[in-house]
């Protein structure tokens, strides 16, 4: 049996128990952003303590390959990403937020991996990713659907 869909939803359930406690650090804290501050800052320390640890660097002329977009642009989006959850959480609750969140992410990567952006693998869309695609939609209405939510 492959352990990477493991792997994969056990990352997932990470990502919804840290969102939530990162969540709560920044209504401490009276500030999302400054509890994205931190988390990043965390995030941060103990990627670099693996990084030093595992002893597997990068040669300089791979370095030297790497477009000036990558160096800055994944960390901008993924600080609007998660300090935009953060914000968003107490106020909507971890299962809507998350799956909404969720959809966005799902249906971008639906639209990436068609057309392989950034030279990852491509799938194409099918009738088979329409259909599941419109079930996704509507499981996310479906888990969403109650009369009392302000949003």
Not at 77 to 88: H, K, N, R, S, T
Request: charged share 5%.
């Amino acid at each position: 049996m492959n352990a990477l869909p493991i792997l994969a939803f056990c990352a997932g359930s990470a990502i919804a128990v840290q969102a939530s406690m990162n969540a709560q650090l920044g209504v401490l804290l009276k500030s999302s952003m400054l509890g994205t501050g931190i988390a990043f800052l965390f995030a941060c320390f103990f990627t670099v303590l693996v990084v030093v640890s595992s002893k597997q660097y990068p040669l300089l002329t791979d370095v030297k390959t790497v477009p000036i977009y990558l160096w800055f642009s994944g960390g901008a989006i993924a600080a609007f990403g998660v300090g935009v959850f953060y914000y968003l959480i107490p106020k909507m609750g971890v299962g809507s937020m998350m799956s909404f969140a969720l959809s966005g992410q799902i249906l971008t990567a639906i639209i990436s991996s068609h057309f392989g952006w950034f030279d990852q693998p491509t799938k194409p869309i099918d009738s088979k990713v329409i259909i599941g695609t419109a079930a996704l939609v509507v499981g996310i209405l479906l888990i969403n659907w109650e009369s009392s939510h302000d949003y």
